[in-house]
């Protein structure tokens, strides 16, 4: 940003009943917000460039890298972000206050302001998986003011030509004179970095630049001056960089990787088959006289091929939504404080989430949008504990709708800078489960009595066969 501002009086000669003011006023600002954030299943590298300059030639991305990097201006050129007022080769006669002022006219609470730059720079990479996360920030604030009040026969030797040969300028003042250039320039960055991983490694770099330059110059030279009242000769020059740089890397331990992927599932199939057959077939043939009297039997009343003992079946459980807690301890700082919320076992997660210190609802309200937008509308309802407190908040989550009676799985902090962020288990969710009674059993006894008196022949043959299947298949998921 280039600007400047004159207010000049140049060979004349003024002759005024009351007062005479020369005044100019410049305030220039920059509010720049540049945030960046990438989320990936694999590698995640962000870069944030950012370059803020007041009074300063603009420059190619090449040479605004450049100087970020040296810390100088060796390809910038510096055009000062100016202020003059000048009363010069003029007589005046005034029968009230005479006035020249470059800068201060827009006061706030008795401080002027010259020149601002507010930026606010963050950039985050988040590797879900185990790949890499990098995350680099590079930046400039740069700022140069200067402020000019003069009265003379010609500008001050900074700025004009050869040495003074005119007279002196004739200045008669029936009240005041006041010369007075006043500046004020501040910078307040603030530049946070974030690199997490899952489990790869994470890399970080910040190079942040912050200038700030100001010249400020007020005077009365070769004049004759003839006064009733007070003179004033002025020259104010307020600078003030404030700022405040953080950064977080971070990947997540073998141990970590380990519980994140961790996955129980139990199954069991129970079969049981037996195999038993029955027939009785009896054949009497008989010849001559006499009396023949078959009798065939054929019962079933005990193990023929095999007994497996019954298997007892599963009691049955009740159903129970899950509930879990989310914890927040130790935040070091008012702003940039932000963690990340995701899935178990790796899955989805959340956006940086901005915690505040001061307002349990207001990370209520986060916590509801975020966890919806993560397991699905109307599926997560999240309660404010009231035994906690503002400094140490607890947030119940409780499962329902398509996710009640079902073991979620521990919601898992992919990343948390400036805030201890926890999650526990309060109460493990689970279904009422069918039985399932698998028992084979095949039992065959074959009997056959045949008895004759008579000159006869009885043949009688029995098989006994029964066939018995039984299966069950239960599988339980825990």
Do not use: C
Not at 5 to 12: D, G, H, I, L, P
Not at 236 to 241: F, P, Q, S, V
Not at 361 to 369: F, G, M, P, R
């Amino acid at each position: 940003m280039l600007s400047q501002a004159r207010a000049a009086v140049t060979n004349s000669s003024l002759l005024v009943d009351g007062n005479l003011s020369v005044a100019a006023d410049n305030a220039s600002s920059i509010t720049a917000d540049n945030k960046a954030a990438l989320e990936s299943a694999g590698t995640a590298a962000g870069v944030t460039l950012a370059f803020n300059t007041i009074g300063w030639k603009s420059q190619n991305l090449f040479a605004n890298a450049l100087n970020a990097l040296l810390g100088g201006d060796a390809l910038g050129d510096a055009q000062p972000a100016s202020v003059s007022a000048t009363l010069v080769a003029t007589s005046v006669n005034a029968g009230g206050d005479v006035r020249v002022a470059a800068g201060g006219l827009d006061e706030i609470e008795g401080r002027p302001v010259g020149g601002a730059i507010s930026a606010t720079i963050s950039n985050e990479a988040v590797s879900l998986g185990k790949s890499t996360a990098a995350s680099f920030i590079l930046a400039t604030n740069k700022l140069n003011t200067s402020r000019l009040a003069w009265v003379g026969p010609v500008l001050p030797p900074a700025t004009a030509s050869g040495e003074v040969s005119t007279p002196r300028i004739q200045m008669t003042i029936g009240g005041n004179l006041d010369v007075q250039a006043i500046d004020a320039g501040s910078i307040e960055a603030d530049v946070s970095l974030t690199a997490t991983s899952g489990g790869g490694a994470s890399v970080g770099g910040v190079v942040v630049n912050n200038d700030l330059r100001g010249d400020v110059q007020s005077g009365v030279d070769h004049v004759k001056l003839v006064l009733a009242g007070d003179s004033t000769i002025v020259a104010t020059e307020a600078l003030d960089i404030r700022a405040l740089l953080s950064g977080t890397t971070q990947s997540a331990s073998p141990e970590q990787q380990a519980a994140a992927s961790d996955a129980d599932t139990g199954t069991g199939t129970d079969a049981g088959t037996s195999s038993d057959t029955g027939t009785d077939t009896g054949t009497d043939t008989g010849t001559n006289t006499g009396t023949d009297t078959a009798s065939d039997i054929g019962a079933d009343t005990g193990p023929d091929i095999g007994e497996i003992p019954p298997i007892e079946p599963i009691k049955p459980r009740t159903n129970v939504s899950e509930r879990q807690t989310i914890s927040f301890s130790g935040a070091t700082k008012l702003t940039g404080v932000r963690y990340v919320l995701g899935k178990a076992g790796g899955g989805a997660a959340t956006l940086p989430l901005d915690y505040s210190s001061s307002s349990p609802q207001q990370n209520l309200a986060k916590l509801k949008d975020a966890l919806s937008a993560l397991y699905g509308a109307g599926n997560v309802n999240v309660t404010f504990d009231g035994a906690s407190t503002a400094a140490a908040p607890r947030y119940f989550v409780d499962f329902k709708g398509a996710l009640a009676n079902q073991d979620i799985g521990s919601i898992e902090v992919r990343s948390q800078n400036g805030v201890t962020v926890g999650v526990s288990e309060t109460t493990k969710g689970s279904a009422a489960a069918s039985t399932g009674t698998g028992t084979g059993i095949g039992t065959g006894i074959g009997t056959s009595t045949s008895t004759s008196t008579s000159t006869s022949t009885s043949t009688s043959t029995s098989t006994s066969t029964s066939t018995s299947t039984s299966t069950s298949t239960s599988t339980s998921t825990s």
